[in-house]
């Protein structure tokens, strides 16, 4: 069986939370016995093609971008070639141009579309891309939520229920590199043990602003781990509000996320709209082991984070809540450990990367075999 994956982004021009669920989907599947190739748009025009953990990704040059979707037209061709290669399209949404090659293309393959979030953002131009989306919608085989959450809260996704079915990401534990003492010593070094640490691209709807006025006259450290669009504005907050336990580290290298994950007390995770829809960096707290805190916008952080057992769940948008809830942690280390390892178990239950692509696995034959029915 070979599956061909379409996202705007990849590894390596970029490695966020989807293009991580790709990967974990791919290498997983691969396992399994699938072969899996991934089409995206790049800037680099030196590598069309690379080879990334035992499945080739196929590089298409990106013209330009109008509100964050990318458009490429050698894209189209390509797309086209390799969908006539592949058994089954996985296509990941939202990506308008995606939605465009599908028709253009007269894909008629077995489709999946796995779900990863509203578009929450762009209202205007939301409007003139709704009847395209909805063709697309309508046109697919198959439409994944990434969680129950999710899909009980989407206005889009109540639409499609009848073909809609629930396969929450995953992830690999065993991939992800082992600290060395010496790397542990060295953070520890610079930013202690009991921390409170974010993780992820530094993004409007991620609530940095709320974390650091969470911050504000405490002296309980925060370590941010990312870089992004925000990252100037989010430094001048916390200039003026005169934060000296916040320490910026910027992007960091994979075993440097880990030996912070792993030396850190607790997750801090303040994104407060839905574009927020579900948290990787969230899940890999929970693979961890840690406490975690988050808000309820209705979406899969709170499928992963189920406040009083794993963390605690405060409002969006309320630094105060915020607050107490990283004072309680404090003040309570017995049950923060306790939720911590509570977290590591519905980890262990939930969302393993071998969960995620067995249930892929089945789902790719399923379309195949309802499509050669037809």
């Known amino acids: 069986m070979k599956v061909l994956h379409f996202y705007r982004t990849y590894y390596p021009d970029t490695f966020g939370g989807v293009e991580q669920v790709i990967r974990q989907m791919a290498v997983g599947t691969t396992r399994l016995g699938v072969e899996n190739e991934v089409l995206t748009l790049t800037r680099d025009a030196d590598r069309p093609l690379i080879e990334f953990e035992g499945h080739k990704v196929h590089r298409a040059h990106l013209n330009f971008e109008i509100a964050s979707t990318g458009f490429s037209w050698s894209a189209l061709s390509r797309f086209v070639e390799l969908a006539k290669q592949a058994d089954v399209i996985h296509y990941h949404f939202p990506w308008p141009f995606m939605d465009i090659a599908h028709f253009l293309g007269r894909i008629k393959k077995p489709s999946v579309v796995t779900y990863h979030s509203d578009i929450v953002r762009q209202k205007y131009l939301l409007k003139l ?58 953070w520890r070094a610079i930013v202690g043990e009991n921390f409170f640490l974010f993780v992820g691209m530094l993004r409007y709807y991620k609530g940095l602003h709320i974390l650091l006025e969470a911050a504000a006259g405490t002296d309980i450290p925060i370590v941010i781990v990312g870089d992004g669009p925000e990252e100037i504005e989010l430094k001048r907050q916390a200039e003026s509000l005169q934060l000296k336990n916040v320490h910026f580290l910027g992007a960091l290298p994979e075993p440097d996320k880990v030996a912070l994950l792993t030396l850190c007390y607790a997750l801090a995770f303040p994104s407060h709209l839905r574009s927020e829809a579900f948290g990787i960096s969230l899940l890999e707290g929970a693979m961890y082991g840690k406490p975690m805190i988050s808000s309820e916008i209705g979406t899969g952080t709170t499928y992963i984070n189920v406040a009083g057992q794993t963390g605690m769940v405060v409002p969006p948008s309320d630094p105060a809540a915020f607050r107490q809830a990283m004072e309680y942690l404090l003040a309570h280390p017995q049950e923060a450990a306790q939720m911590g390892i509570n977290a590591r178990q519905r980890y262990l239950d939930l969302f393993t990367a071998d969960k995620m692509a067995s249930n892929y696995a089945r789902l790719y034959q399923q379309v195949i075999d309802e499509h050669k029915r037809k």
């Open 129 to 186: 891309y709704s009847p395209l989306k909805h063709q697309f919608l309508r046109d697919v085989n198959r439409i994944v939520a990434t969680s129950p959450n999710y899909l009980a809260t989407s206005p889009t996704l109540e639409l499609y229920k009848d073909k809609t079915e629930v396969i929450t990401y995953g992830l690999d534990n065993s991939i992800y590199p082992v600290p060395s003492a010496e790397l542990l010593a060295k």
